[in-house]
């Protein structure tokens, strides 16, 4: 299986492009994020035309999220136990649930498309939202691991956290100053890998950011940042045989800020040997 997430930054918008690049590298599962639409106004079209069958859930212009597939997805699910919700200017309980995690099982594969809340400023509401939301995650990752530790799970999507100094290239994030750096969000992702996942990227793509700002020439300098991830669960991990950064994906016209992460699996197991120990 290819498996891939890309935040494609509204598909209506961007759906040709998005079908290429799934069609030309030969991708079975692709997650997206930040869909900016409702399920009615999704372009399923060119999708279903280049053999995949897609889901998305989203509320309206903002936020949504949706996986294509070319494999049957099965028990999809449009929210996780637990997850908050967010209303602006409301305050306590039972706010209305955004449009931003849905899953699928697919080829045995708990895949969830996430596009976590953004947190817009330190002190806002929204960052407290955020941190809520993460906490959320990882309590329900670590019980559906602990329920199912054999489980290939994978949380995949744009996490809007660089978790490591060398994850941030943009000179305008700052420690102390904004939001995707700061010791809280870091330790919400800390708390999902605690939680028994790992990046499954990282230690077969050592460098590369897969976000850049469409301001101040943030691509041609590349002071990007690292903020989509594939999270995999140890039987995931298990199954990586290579994972790719798409930056070429960023140039072109009408780009989406964030290009996709791609990585490959061998389900059925193969020669120990050829298999990267993503653990060892």
């Known amino acids: 299986m290819r498996l891939a997430t890309w935040n494609v930054n509204s598909i209506r918008a961007r759906v040709a492009r998005t079908v290429d690049f799934a069609v030309r590298e030969h991708v079975d599962v692709l997650a997206m994020q930040e869909i900016k639409c409702r399920p009615d106004q999704f372009p399923y079209g060119p999708f279903e035309d280049a053999g995949y069958e897609v889901h998305a859930h989203g509320l309206n212009q903002w936020n949504g999220v949706a996986i294509a597939s070319r494999l049957p997805m099965e028990d999809v699910q449009e929210s996780f136990p637990g997850m908050p919700g967010f209303a602006k200017g409301r305050e306590g309980a039972n706010q209305p649930l955004e449009a ?20 817009r400023a330190l002190g806002d509401p929204h960052y407290d939202y955020k941190l809520e939301w ?9 019980d559906e691991l602990t329920r199912d530790p054999q489980l290939p799970l994978a949380l995949v999507g744009d996490f809007n956290i660089a978790p490591t100094d060398a994850d941030n290239g943009d000179p305008t994030v700052v420690e102390g100053v904004s939001t995707h750096v700061s010791p809280p969000e870091r330790a919400a992702f800390a708390a999902l890998e605690a939680a028994g996942l790992t990046d499954v990227v990282r230690p077969l793509v050592p460098t590369g950011f897969t976000y850049w700002d469409y301001k101040q020439l943030r691509f041609p300098r590349n002071e990007g940042m690292r903020i989509d991830f594939i999270l995999g669960s140890h039987a995931f991990a298990d199954a990586v045989t290579g994972a790719s950064i798409q930056r070429n994906e960023r140039k072109g016209e009408i780009p989406s800020d964030h290009v996709p992460v791609v990585v490959d699996l061998d389900l059925a197991g193969g020669d120990d040997d050829d298999v990267p120990m993503i653990f060892g």
């Open 100 to 119: 931003r995690a849905l899953s699928a099982l697919i080829d045995g594969v708990r895949v969830w498309s996430l596009y976590v809340p953004n947190g």
């Open 134 to 142: 993460l906490t959320a995650l990882a309590a329900h990752t670590d």
